[in-house]
Antibody, heavy 122, light 109 residues
Framework: EVQLLESGGGLVQPGGSLRLSCAAS????????LNWVRQAPGKGLEWVSG????????FYADSVKGRFSISRDNSKNTVFLQLTSLRAEDTAMYFC???????????????WGQGTPVTVSS | SSVLTQPPSVSVAPGETATITCGGD??????VHWYQQKPGQAPLLVIY???DRPSGIPERFSGSNSGDTATLTISGVEGGDEADYYC????????????FGTGTKVTVL
């Protein structure tokens, strides 16, 4: 079964850091780009970052540029999102999503994980 | 950053047709994808490349894209179609980024 499983979310103070993981199974991980999408409570979807299949191309939303960092380990079938300098407005459910091919921006998000919650509060 | 505008809500009786629009300057020649999201669940792809349906998505779901507006149409609406729907585009006008629409809540009366 094709699956994405996020972990690493939790409660963190403003200015703090967190590392999210997304473990993949059921498909050839190194042939697909991966993205992170977040959703604040009661709000819509917001794309956060994307990484190509071998990590050579990376994009970020302006709202997280310079604070968040995406990476992947194809040997462990896992994509990561390092969150730093966290703010209250970063509070959201964070989903990882698989694109149909290896390039960011060329296909739809055909597979999604169930998400991991991040709460930034003192 | 670019904005994709959707109507906040659409109400439709069972068996009728729901039409959801997605408008914005960046639609143009871009391809549009559509997602359905039910409460407490992850989004689900229902239309990709403007009008293609993933396997398992009923034929009642269809999509089109012309000019600066993309449209998701749900024909013969059923109670299980009640959900939030989002359009999505890859924006290359500045720093490359994905943009999601503002979202539409479909209510089945």
């Amino acid at each position: 079964e094709v699956q994405l499983l996020e972990s690493g979310g939790g409660l963190v103070q403003p200015g703090g850091s967190l590392r999210l993981s997304c473990a993949a199974s059921g498909f050839t991980f190194s042939t697909h780009a991966l993205n992170w999408v977040r959703q604040a409570p009661g709000k819509g979807l917001e794309w956060v970052s994307g990484i190509s299949n071998f990590g050579e191309t990376i994009f970020y939303a302006d709202s997280v540029k310079g604070r968040f960092s995406i990476s992947r380990d194809n040997s462990k079938n896992t994509v990561f999102l390092q969150l730093t300098s966290l703010r209250a407005e970063d509070t959201a459910m964070y989903f990882c999503a698989r694109e149909g091919d290896g390039h960011v921006g060329t296909d739809s998000f055909e597979i999604w994980g169930q998400g991991t919650p991040v709460t930034v509060s003192s | 950053s670019s904005v994709l505008t959707q109507p906040p809500s659409v109400s439709v009786a069972p068996g009728e047709t729901a039409t959801i629009t997605c408008g914005g300057d960046i639609i143009g020649i871009k391809t549009v994808h559509w997602y359905q999201q039910k409460p407490g669940q992850a989004p689900l792809l229902v239309i990709y490349y403007d009008s293609d349906r993933p396997s398992g998505i009923p034929e009642r779901f269809s999509g089109s894209n012309s000019g600066d507006t993309a449209t998701l149409t749900i024909s013969g609406v059923e109670g299980g179609d009640e959900a939030d729907y989002y359009c999505q585009v890859w924006d290359t006008s500045g720093d490359h980024s994905y943009v999601f629409g503002t979202g539409t809540k479909v209510t089945v009366l």
